[in-house]
Nanobody, 124 residues
Framework: QVQLVESGGGLVQAGGSLRLSCAAS????????MGWFRQAPGKERAFVAA????????LYADSVKGRFIISRDNAKNTVYLQMNSLKPEDTAVYYC?????????????????WGQGTQVTVSS
């Protein structure tokens, strides 16, 4: 089992950047594929980015492709989401998720473990 804690959210102006972190407990972090999802007010939780166990395979939602980068540091048990060129429509609560599957996936139901979320607000 793994516990996830997100950090790094906040208020930023459009065009700015933020880096989210997700720290995982336990000694087998490298055995988990990781994902970032977000939920805006009144909307369903949606896929943002995913990363395989090794970090060699990544997936991105079309809306963030070219602006966001997902990465991991298995030595630090941490996954990151670097968010650049932020837009007001990126405003949401961002959640980190983990699962023991092999390859990265966009499927929200594939993930067994979730963090509590961190708020990102982008002002225009």
């Amino acid at each position: 089992q793994v516990q996830l804690v997100e950090s790094g959210g906040g208020l930023v102006q459009a065009g700015g950047s933020l880096r989210l972190s997700c720290a995982a407990s336990g000694h087998t972090f490298s055995s988990y594929r990781m994902g970032w999802f977000r939920q805006a007010p009144g909307k369903e939780r949606a896929f943002v980015a995913a990363l395989s166990r090794s970090g060699s395979n990544t997936l991105y939602a079309d809306s963030v492709k070219g602006r966001f980068i997902i990465s991991r540091d298995n030595a630090k048990n941490t996954v990151y989401l670097q968010m650049n060129s932020l837009k007001p429509e990126d405003t949401a609560v961002y959640y980190c998720a983990a699962d023991r599957g092999m390859v990265s996936t966009i499927a929200i139901r594939a993930y067994d473990y979730w963090g509590q979320g961190t708020q990102v607000t982008v002002s225009s």
